[in-house]
């Protein structure tokens, strides 16, 4: 199940970080390093919003891998 698809989710995974599980929390930890390696260092080329979209490509797909 994808649970996290942009930062918005990320955010507010954190603020129910309290009401989480240790997998919860592992799963939401490996999704926040996910997004933040693929929005802060993009393939080159990728500028602007793509940043964004290109995380959250990534994101999905890191879910989709682990599942």
């Known amino acids: 199940m994808i649970a996290y698809k942009n930062l918005d989710d990320i955010c ?5 970080w309290h009401l989480m599980n240790d997998e919860g929390h592992a799963k939401l930890r490996v999704c ?13 080329g990728v500028v602007g919003v793509g940043r964004i979209t290109y995380a959250e490509q990534q994101l999905v797909l890191a879910q989709e891998v682990a599942a």
Do not use: F, M, N, R
Not at 12 to 16: F, I, L, S, T, Y
């Open 32 to 44: 926040i390093k996910v997004y933040w390696a693929a929005y802060y260092d993009p393939p080159v």
């Open 12 to 16: 507010e995974g954190v603020a129910v």
